[in-house]
């Protein structure tokens, strides 16, 4: 049996391997394991992709966006919202900066944050709101901003799925500060942990750079209390081979994402949805089958696609909510609800084939009947 991965990392090595090789060969001559030459080249080259002046390689994604929540304030006695459709480590991360988490809805067909939720959210003690670019497209942080307008309100972004989407032209942390996670199956992963904050401040970098430097910018400097969480020189050197060829993979995402819109017309799932103003950058092809309102035949189906040899999965089976880490929250949020027993991700990666995609469409044709 031909089997078909979610994701195949495999194939994305076989496209940087020399390339990889050589600059672990430099990584160790210089023995620059942390920081050094090459995670400086690489946060000037992916501020330089994202379109803002600053990044800060950190250890990874959820490291990431605590130490955003923390350089915006969204400490102790705060309150941060975020969406209850978001994989753990969102709420995870404002729980670890010391902020309240407030949940809310997302919306029905993109299963992005609800904004107009998220505004109505905001109480004196909020002091940041967390839109989940989401399966590789931006939320409407525009909508935010200007409801924030004249409130002392960060919108912090979580830009763990979208490197190189855009929304009106321009990509997260463009209009003000974004945090991403480099994990192995993401766009751009690296080969392990790693994260990244991206920013547009000055003042924001450099504190998002000493709280993860363990409080300060030089030897037994400690201006603040701070983490160990620091990019090192191997995964630079994996993520600037990568990002040389994102653009064009993600460009092959888009391709085949719109073969599976073809492909999957007429059968009984819902396609998903491109917010107007996107450019999706597609981590995920996250399809819906309609159901009871349990699981029961999303997982059947999944099941039936495992048997076939197609690597389907699902992300995420739970809202936040109905975890239990976060259960005492408690709330209703109906859209989430409704959607994550139904949803379920397809193969989808820069070097799956059309033959590929075709298999994947007739084996879920008859995992649905």
Request: proline share 5%.
């Amino acid at each position: 049996m031909t089997r078909i991965p979610l994701v195949d990392l495999a194939a994305a090595h076989a496209e940087v391997a020399e390339e990889v090789e050589a600059g672990f060969k430099r990584v160790l001559a210089e023995t620059a394991f942390v920081g050094g030459a090459e995670v400086a080249a690489f946060e000037q080259e992916y501020a330089a992709f994202s379109g803002v002046p600053f990044c800060v390689g950190v250890a990874n994604g959820t490291d990431a966006l605590e130490l955003a929540l923390r350089a915006v304030g969204a400490g102790p006695g705060a309150e941060v919202i975020l969406p209850a459709n978001t994989f753990i480590a969102t709420a995870e991360a404002v729980a670890r900066a010391g902020a309240r988490v407030v949940l809310v809805d997302c919306e029905p067909g993109t299963y992005l944050m609800d904004t107009e939720a998220a505004l109505a959210a905001v109480t004196p003690a909020t002091r940041a709101i967390v839109p989940v670019h989401l399966y590789g497209q931006m939320a409407p942080i525009e909508r935010l901003r200007s409801g924030l307008r004249g409130r002392d309100v960060a919108v912090v972004e979580d830009a763990a799925q979208c490197q190189g989407a855009t929304r009106h032209g321009s990509g997260a942390g463009s209009g003000g500060i974004a945090a991403t996670s480099f994990y192995p199956g993401k766009n751009l992963g690296a080969y392990g942990d790693a994260g990244a904050v991206v920013t547009t401040s000055p003042e924001l970098a450099t504190t998002v750079r000493t709280l993860g430097s363990h409080g300060g910018l030089t030897k037994y400097t400690h201006d603040l209390i701070g983490m160990n969480s620091r990019l090192d020189g191997v995964q630079a050197v994996v993520l600037r081979a990568k990002l040389a060829r994102l653009a064009g993979w993600n460009e092959r995402r888009r391709a085949a994402a719109a073969r599976y819109d073809e492909l999957l017309a007429g059968l009984d799932v819902v396609l998903p949805q491109t917010l107007d103003g996107n450019e999706h950058v597609w981590h995920i092809y996250c399809v819906r089958i309609p159901g009871d309102g349990t699981p029961a035949r999303r997982d059947e189906v999944l099941a039936r696609l495992h048997a076939a040899g197609v690597g389907a999965a699902v992300h995420y089976p739970v809202p936040v909510h109905r975890t239990g880490a976060f259960a005492a929250l408690g709330g209703s949020f109906p859209t989430a609800e409704a959607a994550a027993p139904e949803l379920l991700s397809l193969p989808i990666y820069p070097q799956i084939t059309a033959a590929q995609q075709e298999a994947v469409a007739a084996a879920l044709a008859v995992a649905l009947r």
